[in-house]
Every structure is written in C-alpha cells, then in structure tokens.
C-alpha cells in the first residue's frame, strides 16, 4: 500500500504544464513536493495567494505568510497577495485548472464528505464547497480505509456533504480510480503488489473492473 508520500506522487503525474493548481489541506499540500521537472504551474491558495512557493526553511518562517492550512509559505517571485473575496472569485469564474482536494468520504456517485464529523468541534467549513462546486477538475487524495479496516468509498457518504457528483477521480493507497457519470467507482491502476481482490475487499461501493488493471507508475 501507498504512504501519503506515495499518493501524493502519483497524484503530481495529473498535473499539467502551465495549470493554476488549488491545493487541499493534508495529503494535497504533498503534491507540490512532486510535480515532475520540466513542468511550470502556479498554486493559488484561497486564503489570498497566487505564487505559492515551498515551505521555509527552519528558522526563515514568516508568520503572516501562511496557506489554508495555516502551515507557513514562502512567495515566488512574481507572486501576489490579495483579500479572501479576490481569491473566491479566482474559483467561483472558474480560474483554476485543477483543485487536489482530501477527503473523509466519497459517494459511487460523485459525492465528497470532507469537512465535518458530527459531534467534533471544527472551525468552519472552508472553502472546501466553493471549490467543489466551482472547479473545472477535481482530484481526491484519501486513505481508502480507515483506522477500524471500514471502507472510506461507499454507496452513499454517511457524513455531512460538501458537494454533490462534483467527483471524477481519486487516488488512494490502493489504486485509481474514476467515478463514472452512471455510477461507481472504475479501477483505473492498482498501488505496487495489491491484488484486485484487495481492492474489492476495501470497497463498500459499486467497484468496476475491465481487464488487466495496471500498477501504478510512481517514479
């Protein structure tokens, strides 16, 4: 099975030369770790940043330089800041090639769960529908299972939804996969050594298979 590292990776081969490219908090902020050499795009962070640049180095942080995840950033050059309202209009007029986005749960229709529990204080729910409801390409990075070995992909999200058959493709440790437009959940490549009865076995949800489905390709 996959780490984060792992799907972050195989999530960084979808990522196009000269896309503007949204990053979730979680597993999506490792993308950017990965985008392959040769490839120019720009991250534009909804809390009012377009330009986003790695992390700092220890010691080199800057407090007021944060991404929506409240993890410091440090600017490229050409970068520029500008207010929450600006940055939700960037989504809204559908100025984003590519949101990468976690989540807690994700329908065999297209639903995602991914910004509460019932019951667990949280602090709002970002801007998490906006984007699901506005992005032209959504790509979900999850762990297929959860801690108690129950499936995370399901005929229906048990949790609260952040948006309706707004998904088309996920990754997990276990492999890729489509949502497809009737229905359920397309096994497009399996992680390195998981069998597809693995597979099966971790899919609450409606699971497709069309002949030999490919590993992975990582590196």
Known sequence: ??????????????????YYVNLGIGIPTL???????GINIVLQSENGILGM???????????????AGKQTVTLLNGSSIFDSAMSFGMIRAQKVD?????????S???DIANWKIPGKMVKGMGGAMDLV??????????????KAGESKLLPKCTLPITGVRCIKKIVTELG???????GGFKLLERAP???VDHIRKSTAGKLIVEGDVPEMMID
């Open 193 to 195: 050594g998981i069998s």
């Open 31 to 37: 993308c950017a770790n990965y985008v392959p050499k």
């Open 108 to 110: 065999e229709s297209g």
């Open 133 to 146: 409801a506005s992005a032209k390409n959504i790509i979900v990075a999850m762990q297929q299972v959860n």
């Open 53 to 67: 640049g790695p992390f700092p180095h220890d010691g080199e942080e800057d407090a007021d330089l944060i991404n």
């Open 1 to 18: 099975m996959l780490d984060k590292e792992g799907i972050a990776k195989r999530i960084a081969r979808e990522i196009k030369d000269g």
């Open 176 to 182: 890729v996969y489509d949502v497809l437009p009737h």
């Open 98 to 106: 590519l949101t990468i986005l976690g989540a807690m749960e994700v």
